[in-house]
């Protein structure tokens, strides 16, 4: 195996694919879950074809047990944990008079509870590495969403925000062992997610994936001193402050 390793949640697909992708070139090994199990299989078998050391954890995070069964079964596999990326998440776009008991329970538990858990099951290893190398990193995947109120994504854009907040949160208590956390709060990525939009913007118009496993990658590559709380990422002429993802 590396001699680190990371667990990326939804790296079965999307952005969390990507990120898998540029750890394992870094030599990380890797842990990735998803919901779809079949979906899971293809993502690892092209990861393994590339020569890193894979696992693939099915995992619904919307259950919080199995939450915890993925960060019990990383530890299994590799014994540490250098790079937790919280990136599986879900958007659901309903006005406000029409939102759903379901879709608010969804879209809560699994981009901000799934979130919690994982950081706090993760927390001995993260500072076991911390205290080794003084690079520990926690990803969280916000949005533009939490930082720009969209209506109709009123729940993700709220969730998001949260994610952000508890990032902040956490790289306090991570202190100064080591650990670093950073919020990545991009506009529209070309992904399965943004499929409802493509039709307006051109996925070619879009932030690529590739460049959120840059992004992690320059995360990984600062020294332990230089802490980074959020990036935004925004396409041009997108941005929270135009009201543009
Ligand atoms: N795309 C964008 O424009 C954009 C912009 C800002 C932020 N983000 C954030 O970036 C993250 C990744 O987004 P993406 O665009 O890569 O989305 P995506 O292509 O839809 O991929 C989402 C990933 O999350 C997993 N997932 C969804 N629901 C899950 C559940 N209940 N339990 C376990 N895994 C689940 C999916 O697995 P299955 O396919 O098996 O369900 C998939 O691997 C999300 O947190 C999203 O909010 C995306």
């Known amino acids: 195996m590396g001699e680190r390793a990371a667990l990326i949640t939804g790296g079965s697909g999307g952005i969390g694919y990507a990120i898998?992708?540029?750890?394992?070139?870094?030599?990380?090994?890797?842990?990735?879950?998803?919901?779809?199990?079949?979906?899971?299989?293809?993502?690892?078998?092209?990861?393994?074809?590339?020569?890193?050391?894979?696992?693939?954890?099915?995992?619904?995070?919307?259950?919080p047990e199995e939450a915890e069964r993925l960060v019990e079964a990383h530890g299994e596999r590799w014994g540490r944990m250098d790079c937790l990326v919280n990136n599986a998440g879900i958007g659901i776009g309903q006005p406000i008079s029409e939102i759903t008991d379901k879709f608010l329970d969804l879209q809560v538990a699994v981009n901000l509870?799934?979130?919690?858990?994982?950081?706090?099951?993760?927390?001995?290893?993260?500072?076991?590495?911390?205290?080794?190398?003084?690079?520990?990193?926690?990803?969280?995947?916000a949005s533009v969403a939490g930082k720009a109120y969209p209506p109709w994504l009123s729940i993700y854009g709220a969730t998001k925000a949260a994610v952000i907040s508890f990032s902040h949160s956490s790289q306090k208590e991570f202190g100064d062992s080591g650990v670093q956390v950073t919020a990545i709060c991009p506009g529209?990525?070309?992904?399965?997610?943004?499929?409802?939009?493509?039709?307006?913007?051109?996925?070619?118009?879009?932030?690529?994936?590739?460049?959120?496993?840059?992004?992690?990658?320059?995360?990984?590559?600062?020294?332990?001193?230089?802490?980074?709380?959020?990036?935004?990422?925004?396409?041009?002429?997108?941005?929270?402050?135009s009201g543009g993802m």
């Open 113 to 141: 509870k799934a979130m919690v858990i994982l950081t706090r099951e993760s927390f001995g290893m993260l500072q076991e590495a911390g205290g080794e190398h003084g690079k520990g990193l926690v990803v969280n995947l």
């Open 188 to 241: 529209f990525v070309a992904t399965d997610m943004t499929e409802f939009v493509q039709g307006e913007i051109a996925p070619e118009d879009m932030i690529r994936v590739e460049d959120l496993g840059e992004v992690v990658s320059f995360l990984l590559s600062t020294s332990p001193n230089c802490v980074v709380p959020e990036i935004v990422l925004n396409r041009p002429g997108g941005g929270p402050d």
């Open 20 to 63: 898998a992708e540029r750890l394992g070139r870094s030599g990380y090994s890797l842990t990735i879950s998803g919901r779809r199990e079949e979906k899971l299989a293809s993502a690892v078998e092209r990861l393994a074809g590339e020569g890193f050391d894979v696992e693939g954890v099915v995992a619904d995070l919307s259950k």
